[in-house]
């Protein structure tokens, strides 16, 4: 296949139910590293006033695992989250804009470490901090055909 990255990209934002759900939107798929944005909503709330820490959790997993994803992909491979550690730093709170940054920082053959972060886009303060481990694995092992 001529682009995979590019396909696979389109293909995992088209199925990433969650991510719709959410409301995760990918801005930035590069080298460098990635970008999401989140709106927070009523929905994403757990106390009348600030976010659920699952939202903030579910929203840095896709952050950790769109940085292995890019680097996986070079190699027509996909990922799968092995585990990762979140510090959550400040609380979101309905209408903040948050923004997620993800980059990879060691690639093994089938080992991929990435860090990410989460900030308020208005203010610049800090909601999550997190490093991940994830599994590359090649994509016919997840029913994807190319």
């Given at each position: 296949?001529?682009?995979?990255?590019?396909?696979?990209?389109?293909?995992?934002?088209?199925?990433?139910?969650?991510?719709?759900?959410?409301?995760?939107?990918?801005?930035?798929?590069?080298?460098?590293?990635?970008?999401?944005?989140?709106?927070?909503?009523?929905?994403?709330?757990?106390?009348?006033?600030?976010?659920?820490?699952?939202?903030?959790?579910?929203?840095?997993?896709?952050?950790?695992?769109?940085?292995?994803?890019?680097?996986?992909?070079?190699k027509a491979q996909l990922v799968s989250t092995v585990e990762f550690k979140i510090n959550y730093l400040s609380p979101a709170?309905?209408?903040?804009?948050?923004?997620?940054?993800?980059?990879?920082?060691?690639?093994?053959?089938?080992?991929?470490?990435?860090?990410?972060?989460?900030?308020?886009?208005?203010?610049?303060?800090?909601?999550?901090?997190?490093?991940?481990?994830?599994?590359?694995?090649?994509?016919?092992?997840?029913?994807?055909?190319?």
């Amino acid at each position: 296949m001529k682009d995979f990255r590019k396909e696979l990209i389109r293909r995992y934002q088209e199925s990433n139910e969650f991510g719709k759900y959410a409301g995760l939107d990918l801005q930035k798929f590069e080298a460098s590293g990635i970008r999401y944005r989140l709106v927070i909503k009523k929905e994403h709330l757990a106390t009348p006033t600030t976010a659920h820490g699952g939202v903030i959790a579910g929203f840095m997993d896709g952050v950790l695992g769109l940085a292995a994803l890019y680097v996986s992909s070079e190699k027509a491979q996909l990922v799968s989250t092995v585990e990762f550690k979140i510090n959550y730093l400040s609380p979101a709170r309905v209408g903040d804009v948050l923004i997620g940054e993800g980059k990879v920082v060691s690639a093994g053959k089938r080992i991929i470490i990435s860090q990410g972060e989460i900030f308020n886009e208005d203010t610049g303060e800090k909601v999550a901090i997190a490093t991940g481990t994830f599994n590359a694995y090649p994509y016919e092992k997840s029913g994807m055909t190319f």
